[in-house]
């Protein structure tokens, strides 16, 4: 199993900024690809942004050029720092880890964190 524990959600203005924390703990070997995902209310989750071991990254349209993804895979945590916020990015925000052994695939979820924009 694999434990994942968030930090850096809250309330911003417009324009503001965030950074949001995950770190993994647990059974970390053959984690594979760390990203965040968000679930507007509403709405149904979406991705946000992924970043693999390497360090190759994929991002939501919406949130290219704003949001950068970012891992340190000693510590086994990935970061997310949200910048002009904007109120459509409201929503909880779920760190979301890919792990494989010997080609048995899980996937683990944190217990999300609330981004709040007021415009």
């Known amino acids: 199993q694999v434990q994942l524990v968030e930090s850096g959600g809250g309330a911003v203005q417009a324009g503001g900024s965030l950074r949001l924390s995950c770190a993994a703990s647990g059974s970390i070997f053959g984690i594979t690809v760390m990203g965040w995902y968000r679930q507007p209310p509403g709405n149904q989750r979406e991705l946000v942004a992924t970043?693999?071991?390497?360090?190759?990254?994929n991002y939501a349209d919406s949130v290219k050029g704003r949001f950068t993804i970012s891992r340190d895979n000693a510590k086994n945590t990935v970061c997310l720092q949200m910048n002009s916020l904007q109120p459509e990015d409201t929503a909880e925000y779920y760190c979301n880890v890919r792990r494989e052994v010997f080609s048995f695939r899980q996937e683990y979820w944190g217990q999300g964190t609330q981004v709040t924009v007021s415009s």
């Open positions: 970043i693999t071991r390497e360090g190759s990254t």
